[in-house]
Each structure stands twice: as C-alpha cells, then as structure tokens.
C-alpha cells in the first residue's frame, strides 16, 4: 500500500492516546502496544506523538488528523472525573473538523459511565455479559465486500483475544467477525457519517498480535481510509 511520501502529500499528525495511570490495568501493556501502533504508522509515513494524558489529550486535538485510543477502563481507580465531558467534546469536535479515531482493542470497555463514548465508537463491551475465549492462536474472517478498508483483504491469523458479546449499533459497517459458542462476533467496525469517520478494531491485546503480518496489514489498511479523502 502507498504512504503519503510516496504520493508526495503532506504527512498526516496521528496522536496515540495510550493508557496510563486511571486508564491503565494489569491485563494490558499499554505503552508496548502503543508503541508498536507508532511503529505500522510511521512506516506509512505520518508523524505519529504518543500522548498518556488520556483526558488532557483527548480535549484538546488541535491539528491533529487522526487519534488512535488505546486504553483501559478507569472503573477500577474509582470511576470517570469530571473531565472526561470535554474528553468527549474534544473528540467530536476533532470528528466534526474531519479528523478520524481509531479505537483499540481494551478502549471498548472505557469510559463505562459515558454514553457519549458508546455513541462515538459505534459499540462497547458491557460488564457482565461482553467475554472473550482464552487467549491464543486464531483466525479472524474478514468481510472483503463490505468495505473499502476489507476489499480483497485474506482471513487473519493472529494470537489475540476474540471479544464477544459486544453491543454494536446496526448502524456501523462490520469489517471482521469470529465463531464462538456457535455465534459468529464482530471484531471490527467502521462507520463514516456526519458524526465522523472511526474504525474499532478489536484486536491488539499484546505485542504479540503486531507480530502478525496480516493483523498489522489490516491495521494499516484501517489508519489509510481513516486519513484517505472524505465522501
């Protein structure tokens, strides 16, 4: 696939918003996975900044094209503060501009008391009945015609966590889906409307899943049409 120096356009601004301090648990090696995310994205040729002043960063996104949220959930050091509403103002006002999000893995089990994250992402996990299998070796089957970002794109094979039992709204696009206790799960969704472009991709638990290069072609794929031109 092409970078933007390739095209000889403009590099894009990317800001990581990787999970630390509130927004970080035991489970999740926020700053290694961040990290190999800035990786794939600078070898497209964009500025990438990883940023781990999650409510700070998420409020003010000037000049920034595309935020990438990489994250936990705060519920467990005492809940959300008073600032995660200009978070959440920022961000859309980053959509509205025609910036992009990219929201990974963990981020869906963020911001639980926050419908406003939900309403943004497209979908989250929901305590008490959202899982996922024992972590391990699988494969992930793409949709290749539904969207630009799957065309033509081959199945995953990837050690990862396959989350499950989402709450997904009917309006986003699914891009990946799983098999588990008989149902098939969505991995990943875009959605592109007047709210703004996002992409959730569900992958991305440890370093481990970046060691995938059909993960990390999909990822790639992901930060292009979140950055390519708008409908």
């Known amino acids: 696939m092409p970078t ?7 590099r894009a601004q990317v800001r990581i918003i990787s999970g630390s301090g509130r927004y970080a648990d035991p489970w999740h090696d926020f700053a290694r996975t961040s990290q190999r995310i800035a990786e794939v994205i600078t070898g497209l ?12 960063a998420l409020t003010d996104l000037a000049g920034v094209d595309l935020v990438v949220v990489n994250i936990g959930n705060p519920e467990r050091h005492g809940g959300e503060t008073a ?7 920022g961000l859309r006002e980053h959509l509205a501009a ?3 999000l990219l929201s990974v893995h963990s981020s869906a089990t963020s911001f639980p008391a926050t419908p406003a994250w939900e309403e943004i992402v497209g979908g989250r996990w929901i305590g008490g009945r959202s899982m996922h299998p024992r972590i391990g070796e699988t494969t992930i089957t793409i949709n290749t015609d539904c969207h630009p970002i799957t065309a033509g794109l081959a199945d995953l094979t990837v050690w990862d966590e396959r989350y499950s039992y989402l709450r997904i709204s009917p309006e986003v ?7 588990h206790d008989g149902l ?17 991709d569900g992958l991305g638990h440890g370093v481990r899943s970046y060691d995938s290069d059909s993960r990390v072609d999909l990822l790639r794929r992901e930060v292009q049409w979140l950055l ?4």
């Open 228 to 231: 390519g031109p708008r409908r």
């Open 4 to 10: 933007s120096s390739d095209r000889n356009e403009p």
């Open 45 to 56: 040729g964009h500025e990438v900044k990883i940023d781990d002043r999650v409510e700070d």
């Open 173 to 179: 696009v699914p891009l990946a889906e799983h098999s």
């Open 184 to 200: 098939r799960h969505v991995m990943a969704w875009a959605r592109d409307d007047p709210r703004g472009r996002v992409v959730f």
């Open 98 to 100: 025609g910036g992009g």
């Open 83 to 89: 600032q995660v509403a200009a978070a959440m103002g």
